[in-house]
């Protein structure tokens, strides 16, 4: 069926996110204990600022003639 193998394609962001030892160790905590209000400030913290920096990255590679993702 006319699925897409490509999820930029059809409007997602993909971001590759390189967890630290402490981000790791954060994260199993967060599990251990199911603490959604500290689930949400890795979140906040760590996750969606990384995410906006490779949008930006993206978006400067691609305006400048860059390799960027978007075509």
Do not use: W, Y
């Not at 409007?11 to 199993?28: F, K, N, W, Y």
């Not at 959604?36 to 996750?47: D, N, T």
């Amino acid at each position: 069926m006319g699925g897409c193998s490509n999820p930029e394609q059809k409007g997602r962001t993909v971001a590759t996110i390189m967890l630290t030892e402490e981000d790791s160790m954060r994260l199993a905590g967060i599990q251990v204990d199911h603490d959604a209000q500290e689930a949400l400030a890795f979140i906040r913290e760590r996750i969606l600022p990384e995410i906006q920096r490779q949008r930006g990255s993206r978006m400067k590679g691609a305006l400048d003639g860059g390799t960027g993702s978007m075509r």
